[in-house]
C-alpha cells in the first residue's frame, strides 16, 4: 500500500538523518573542579580552528560545565587559580594560568605557564581524535582526561596527572605565592632557557633531545603526562572521532576515582594502573534520547495508523533539526 511505502521512505529518512546527526556532533567536554578552591578554566582553539561559545569561565569547588566543540576542532583546555579582579584598575587576572586578556574570557589569549595544559586534535588522521596531558610548560594543578564512551581499544583511555606538584617541586622550578608556599612548578625549559632543556637548535630532534632528571621528575609523578616535547610513545591517547565525549577534571580525588584502565603503548611505563572515574561526577548522555519522547508503542503493532504517520513526521523533523543544529550550522 502506498501509505506502506511512504512510512518505510520515512523511517529510512529518519535513521539517515539521525545518524548523520550523530556523525555531525561536536564532542562535548565536561570540565569538572574537584579542587577545594575555585578553578578558572581557558579554552584556546588552535589556529584555524573555529571558536568555542566560551574561552573562559568560574567553576566553583564541586561544579561541573559542559563546553560543545565543532567538528575537527583543536585546542587546548587548562585551569587558572589564584584568580580576581584588580581593585583599582578592574584588570581581571590570575596568578597561575592567566591567559593575559584581562577578563575572565581569555578571548584568543593562551596560557601562561607554568601551566598544566590538556590537548585536543579531534577528527585528526585516520579518523581519531588525538589528545593528551602536558607537563611540557610546567605544571599548576592536577588534571586528568577521561573519554566517555569511545572506540580505540587501549589507546583510548584516561591521562592526566593525579598529582599535585607544587609542593615537591625542585627548588629551581618553584612557583611560589606570596606565602611561599608553591603554587605551580616550571618547566626545565622556562626555568632555564638552554636548548637541551628546550629540545631547540642542536637538539630539536628525538634523538637528540632525551629526558632530563628534571623532566623525569614529572614523568615519575605522572606517567601518562607529556614530561617534555618528545615523550610521545607513552603520553598521546585516541579515540575513533565521533564516538565519544571528554571528561576534563581539576584536582581528581584519587580516593573517590573508582575504576582504573589500560591504555598506552607500555603499560609497564604508561601508568596502566591510574584511576580513572569519579564517583561525585554526574556524566552527561550527549546526543542520547534524542526522539524518545515521541515515541508510541501503539505504533509497532499499526505502523499505517494516522498517529503513527505524523510521529513519524515528528521525528524526520527532530533528526532534520539535529543536523541543522549540529556544530558548524550554529
Not at 9 to 13: I, M, N
Not at 79 to 103: I, N
Not at 267 to 276: H, N, Q, V
Given at each position: 500500500?502506498?501509505s506502506?511505502?511512504?512510512?518505510l521512505?520515512?523511517?529510512?529518512?529518519t535513521?539517515?538523518?539521525?545518524?548523520?546527526?550523530?556523525?555531525?556532533?561536536?564532542?562535548?567536554?565536561?570540565?569538572?573542579?574537584?579542587?577545594g578552591?575555585?578553578?578558572?578554566?581557558?579554552?584556546?582553539?588552535?589556529?584555524?580552528?573555529?571558536p568555542?561559545?566560551?574561552?573562559?569561565?568560574?567553576?566553583?569547588?564541586?561544579?561541573?560545565?559542559?563546553?560543545?566543540?565543532?567538528?575537527?576542532?583543536?585546542?587546548?583546555v587548562?585551569?587558572?587559580?589564584?584568580?580576581?579582579?584588580?581593585?583599582?584598575?578592574?584588570?581581571?587576572?590570575?596568578?597561575?594560568?592567566?591567559?593575559?586578556?584581562?577578563?575572565?574570557?581569555?578571548?584568543?589569549?593562551?596560557?601562561?605557564?607554568?601551566?598544566?595544559?590538556?590537548?585536543?586534535?579531534?577528527?585528526?588522521?585516520?579518523?581519531?581524535?588525538?589528545?593528551?596531558?602536558?607537563?611540557?610548560?610546567?605544571?599548576?594543578?592536577?588534571?586528568?582526561?577521561?573519554?566517555?564512551?569511545g572506540?580505540?581499544?587501549?589507546?583510548?583511555?584516561a591521562?592526566?596527572?593525579?598529582?599535585?606538584?607544587?609542593?615537591?617541586?625542585?627548588?629551581?622550578?618553584?612557583?611560589?605565592?606570596?606565602?611561599?608556599?608553591?603554587?605551580?612548578?616550571?618547566?626545565?625549559?622556562?626555568?632555564?632557557?638552554?636548548?637541551e632543556?628546550?629540545?631547540?637548535?642542536?637538539?630539536?630532534?628525538?634523538?637528540?633531545?632525551?629526558?632530563?632528571?628534571?623532566?623525569?621528575?614529572?614523568?615519575?609523578?605522572?606517567?601518562?603526562?607529556?614530561?617534555?616535547a618528545?615523550?610521545?610513545?607513552?603520553?598521546?591517547?585516541?579515540?575513533?572521532s565521533?564516538?565519544?565525549?571528554?571528561?576534563?577534571?581539576?584536582?581528581?580525588?584519587?580516593?573517590?576515582?573508582?575504576?582504573?584502565?589500560?591504555?598506552?603503548?607500555n603499560?609497564?611505563?604508561?601508568?596502566?594502573?591510574?584511576?580513572?572515574?569519579?564517583?561525585?561526577?554526574?556524566?552527561?548522555?550527549?546526543?542520547g534520547?534524542?526522539?524518545?519522547?515521541?515515541?508510541?508503542?501503539?505504533?509497532?503493532?499499526?505502523?499505517?495508523?494516522?498517529s503513527?504517520?505524523?510521529?513519524?513526521?515528528?521525528?524526520?523533523?527532530?533528526?532534520?533539526?539535529?543536523?541543522?543544529?549540529?556544530c558548524?550550522?550554529r
Open positions: 500500500m502506498a506502506d511505502r511512504l512510512l521512505l520515512l523511517l529510512r529518512v535513521f539517515l538523518l539521525t545518524s548523520l546527526s550523530r556523525a555531525a556532533l561536536c564532542a562535548t567536554f565536561t570540565l569538572t573542579n574537584s579542587c578552591y575555585t578553578v578558572w578554566p581557558g579554552l584556546l582553539s588552535s589556529a584555524g580552528s573555529p568555542l561559545a566560551t574561552t573562559g569561565f568560574a567553576l566553583a569547588p564541586g561544579e561541573s560545565r559542559a563546553v560543545d566543540a565543532p567538528a575537527a576542532w583543536s585546542g587546548r587548562w585551569g587558572r587559580t589564584l584568580c580576581g579582579a584588580d581593585q583599582a584598575s578592574g584588570r581581571f587576572a590570575c596568578a597561575t594560568g592567566d591567559c593575559g586578556s584581562g577578563a575572565v574570557e581569555c578571548g584568543g589569549g593562551g596560557a601562561a605557564p607554568p601551566t598544566t595544559l590538556a590537548e585536543f586534535t579531534l577528527n585528526g588522521g585516520g579518523g581519531n581524535d588525538f589528545y593528551d596531558v602536558s607537563l611540557v610548560d610546567g605544571s599548576n594543578l592536577p588534571m586528568v582526561v577521561v573519554p566517555q564512551g572506540v580505540g581499544g587501549a589507546t583510548c583511555g591521562t592526566g596527572c593525579l598529582v599535585d606538584l607544587n609542593a615537591p617541586c625542585p627548588a629551581d622550578l618553584k612557583v611560589a605565592g606570596a606565602d611561599g608556599a608553591g603554587i605551580a612548578c616550571k618547566s626545565a625549559c622556562e626555568a632555564f632557557g638552554t636548548p632543556y628546550c629540545c631547540s637548535g642542536a637538539f630539536g630532534r628525538p634523538a637528540t633531545c632525551q629526558p632530563s632528571a628534571y623532566s623525569q621528575f614529572f614523568k615519575n609523578a605522572c606517567p601518562r603526562a607529556y614530561s617534555y618528545y615523550d610521545d610513545a607513552t603520553s598521546t591517547f585516541t579515540c575513533a565521533g564516538t565519544v565525549d571528554y571528561l576534563v577534571v581539576f584536582c581528581p580525588s584519587i580516593s573517590s576515582l573508582k575504576s582504573s584502565v589500560g591504555g598506552g603503548a603499560p609497564s611505563t604508561s601508568g596502566a594502573g591510574l584511576p580513572l572515574i569519579n564517583d561525585t561526577v554526574s556524566f552527561l548522555n550527549h546526543g534520547g534524542g526522539g524518545g519522547g515521541y515515541y508510541d508503542a501503539s505504533c509497532s503493532s499499526s505502523p499505517a495508523a494516522p503513527c504517520t505524523v510521529l513519524l513526521l515528528l521525528l524526520l523533523a527532530h533528526a532534520a533539526t539535529a543536523v541543522l543544529a549540529a558548524g550550522h
